[in-house]
């Protein structure tokens, strides 16, 4: 199983980027899939959710408006597309898959992250 973000790196304020999670090794049109993020100091956060059939999203607050997460499943891919980025905004983007099945069965994983900083 993998998670591979990529699209991050640095950018001024104002400015957009567009994160990309690659996903393999997992059934990913079953998954619904989120983007976190954490900052130094500072504990990971949920940024944006997409369900599996990418129907749905819901977005944290800080980020409503301006971030926007989607999917391509025929691609196994998970995007977020960031504008007006702000200095705050500066954090490790973590791409995240979760199943929840019958019960308590749960199965979930975590990519290794990429680095977005805000800065002029």
């Known amino acids: 199983v993998q998670l591979v973000e990529s699209g991050g790196g640095l950018v001024q304020p104002g400015g957009s980027l567009r994160l990309s999670c690659a996903a393999s090794?997992?059934?990913?049109?079953?998954?619904?899939m989120s983007w976190y993020r954490q900052a130094p100091g500072k504990e990971r956060e949920l940024v944006a959710a997409?369900?599996?059939?990418?129907?749905?999203?819901n977005y944290a607050d800080s980020v409503k408006g301006r971030f926007t997460i989607s999917r391509d499943n025929a691609k196994n891919m998970v995007y977020l597309q960031m504008n007006s980025l702000k200095p705050e905004d500066t954090a490790v983007y973590y791409c995240?898959?979760?199943?929840?099945?019958?019960?308590?069965?749960?199965?979930?994983?975590w990519g290794q992250g990429t680095q977005v900083t805000v800065s002029s």
């Open positions: 995240y898959a979760i199943y929840q099945g019958i019960g308590s069965m749960k199965y979930d994983y």
């Open positions: 090794g997992f059934t990913f049109s079953r998954y619904a």
């Open positions: 997409i369900t599996s059939a990418g129907g749905s999203t």
